[in-house]
């Protein structure tokens, strides 16, 4: 299709747009270049696979690099399971019976481990295989700047703060507290919220959305009542596609479909409410190659939050557990 070659030829522009962000905290793209130099081609290799024999575990690895990162960092915490000194983040309300992709992560660290035993962090996988994931995609990929250290400990109670992961519920000046918070700006959290272009959401946590809310298009709101009764209880698990339209491609449709007002969660029409984020969402919706570049840049930065290097922390050998 035409539209396939304009896509390909835009993509191949926007690796000369993505701007440069110079590394900081310690980090550096070529950090594992020669203690580990398969590094990179192993996670890809290993990413791939799981991405192709299932669409959706790209933005299941997407959203544990995010899950990770807006909680104390992106220090490897959201992997550890509970000991008898801390309990975890993995039961967390925004990540129980939700958060996925934890095989995948050991598959690749038992890789790199048999290669280069004790060097390449749980932190730097996760933010490696978000990156491969979008790419896999048909997404932008970016220079994933490396060097993070993991976590010896987790906080359920930070990973249970709205302040820290936005809930589905949240109106558009929480959010924008919550990423400005974090050091982000109101459009990189548009651009950020762009990756609900790919994964899906539990009847659950939309559920309220499409039976009370009235900024939803009638049509839209009908189809989604098929599998997701109104009563509480029922159907509580079903799964429907954050963007119906091209669910398993990272795309900008996501953003058309906020101005048609078919968002599926509440929060995702926040961001085309008559609000202050209204013209980016315009803006993303019309143009898949500035949305591309602006995400990329802010994954970058993202993957910059709270991290943890030199002596601090540790290189975990088995990223469910400390060392």
Known sequence: MAFCSLY?????LLLVL???ISASAGLSSSFYATTCPKAISTIRTVVGDAVAKEHRMGASLLRLHF???FVNGCDG???LDDTSSFTGEKTAGANVNSLRGFEVIDTIKTQLESICPGVVSCADILAVAARDSVSALGGPTWGVQLGRRDSI??????ANSNSNIPSPAMDLSDILTVFTNKGFTAKEMVALL????????????FRNRIYNESLIDSSFATTLKTDCPL???????NLTALDSNSPSFFDNSYYKNLVKNKGLLHSDQQLFSGGSTDSQVSTYGNNFVTFFVDFANAMVKMGNLG???GTSGQIRTNCRKVN
């Open 77 to 79: 915490s959201v992997l």
């Open 67 to 69: 899950h990770d990162c």
């Open 194 to 205: 762009g990756s609900h272009t790919i994964g899906q959401a539990r009847c659950l946590t």
């Open 8 to 12: 390909s030829s835009s993509l191949l």
């Open 18 to 20: 993505v701007l440069k």
């Open 307 to 309: 991290v943890l290097n």
């Open 231 to 237: 009563s509480l209880g029922l159907g509580d698990d």
């Open 153 to 158: 400990t987790a906080s359920l109670a930070a």
